[in-house]
T-cell receptor
Framework: KNQVEQSPQSLIILEGKNCTLQCNYTVSPFSNLRWYKQDTGRGPVSLTIMTFSENTKSNGRYTATLDADTKQSSLHITASQLSDSASYICVVSSGGYQKVTFGTGTKLQVIP | DVKVTQSSRYLVKRTGEKVFLECVQDMDHENMFWYRQDPGLGLRLIYFSYDVKMKEKGDIPEGYSVSREKKERFSLILESASTNQTSMYLC???????????FGPGTRLTVT
């Protein structure tokens, strides 16, 4: 069964600090992996997408990494801001409409 | 910018009522999706549609039906609402299964 597991479930950090969120998956075959940011009461918004051949991709202060051999991805947030407080969801696709598996998310709280 | 709108942000219905949730996208996307999101379970696919009048069951279609009469509009119908259908419902659209899904703001449905 395809699964996406994220850790930690929740995280509190001080404003300005860095943090790293983890995503392990057992989805096969692999097509792509996305990280979404979901603000409270809002729909998710895509941050990055990574395909099999990519191992690092950045979007401003967000940097995603992918190790396709170990089936792990991480999302690193640099110099966190209060607006980074949100849930971060890892989503892995194996191609096709029904073959998208969502992780349960990491809830990040950035405090002043 | 892609815009996906949902008819209501909050909805309270009684057990046994028929409930309609509507979703409209303005980017001429072929594919539209309905998910529900529950704490600890992540997003789960209820139904999707890859063309007008076409629909496919997702992972948890029981108790739901959908309608897509026009390309831009995708409706989710709860035939007879039950308390276990209390949830956040998210609509999304995309150009293809391999492309980013754009989400609406969500409808928080409470069934009493």
């Amino acid at each position: 069964k395809n699964q996406v597991e994220q850790s930690p479930q929740s995280l509190i950090i001080l404003e300005g600090k860095n943090c790293t969120l983890q995503c392990n998956y057992t989805v096969s075959p692999f097509s792509n992996l996305r990280w979404y940011k979901q603000d409270t009461g809002r729909g998710p918004v895509s941050l990055t997408i990574m395909t099999f051949s990519e191992n690092t991709k950045s979007n401003g202060r967000y940097t995603a990494t992918l190790d396709a051999d170990t089936k792990q991805s991480s999302l690193h947030i640099t110099a966190s801001q209060l607006s980074d407080s949100a849930s971060y969801i890892c989503v892995v696709s194996s191609g096709g409409y029904q073959k998208v598996t969502f992780g349960t998310g990491t809830k990040l709280q950035v405090i002043p | 910018d892609v815009k996906v709108t949902q008819s209501s942000r909050y909805l309270v219905k009684r057990t046994g009522e028929k409930v309609f949730l509507e979703c409209v996208q303005d980017m001429d996307h072929e594919n539209m999706f309905w998910y529900r999101q529950d704490p600890g379970l992540g997003l789960r696919l209820i139904y999707f549609s890859y063309d007008v009048k076409m629909k496919e069951k997702g992972d948890i279609p029981e108790g739901y039906s959908v309608s897509r009469e026009k390309k831009e509009r995708f409706s989710l119908i709860l035939e007879s609402a039950s308390t276990n259908q209390t949830s956040m419902y998210l609509c999304a659209s995309s150009l293809s299964p391999y492309y980013e899904q754009y989400f609406g703001p969500g409808t928080r449905l409470t069934v009493t």
